[in-house]
């Protein structure tokens, strides 16, 4: 899994910013009941594939493209450890033929993507000016907007698409960087497990349908502000 570097990697200056006492001074700290709201930009990575578009292309692959969009989340602690995040965003992205007859297409398909995702958080040395926070949760991705490509009705004729909504898993590693007594920074990654499927309606071949692994890393970089 590509995501478990970064996340190893932002838990271990985790433990290390909450080991150092210079960078742990006090600040104005995390209470429950606290409301956090952050914005991002965020690079939304897939590092997965498709497996093969059937019946007519088995040996066929699809990737999806990387995007980059603004976020919103909100976040509510419940102590002053302990968060709750949903965030709100919705990118743009294309699948390309990457193996098989469809790699020489290119893009086959465009869509927008609206993954809401729920994460609860447990965020360390939560009276520091520098607060990292690891989280699990659970997303909701909807497809919408889909359409063929040009390249792709160009080769099989007019062709319509769906893509099923999915449900999956996401970890979460991030830290919280005081600017002052009301604003702060912000570094989050996300893994999010997205596989949807989807059916091609196309006029040469039938209805095919793929099973797409998305699976995205979705780093994001920003500011927050204590409502």
Known sequence: MKFSGS????AVLGAGLTATPALAREGEGLKAHDVLLRVRG???????????IVPALPN?????TDSFAPEVDIS???????GFELIAATTRHSARGKQGVTAGIGKVVNTWVLPPTLTAQYHFN??????????AGINYTVFWNEKATD???AAVGPTRVHIN??????????VDIDLNRKFFLNLDAKYIDMSPRAQLYTTALGTQTV???????VVGLGFGVRL
């Open 7 to 10: 996340l190893i990697a932002l």
């Open 42 to 52: 965020i690079w939304v990575a897939p590092t997965g594939q498709s497996d093969g």
């Open 60 to 64: 066929d692959r699809l990737a999806v």
């Open 76 to 82: 509510w602690m419940a102590t002053n450890h302990i």
């Open 126 to 135: 939560s009276n520091g000016k520098i607060r990292p926070y690891l989280g």
């Open 151 to 153: 390249g792709l009705v």
């Open 165 to 174: 909504d999915s449900i999956g898993y996401a970890l979460q590693a991030g």
């Open 211 to 217: 099973k797409t692994r998305i699976n995205p890393v």
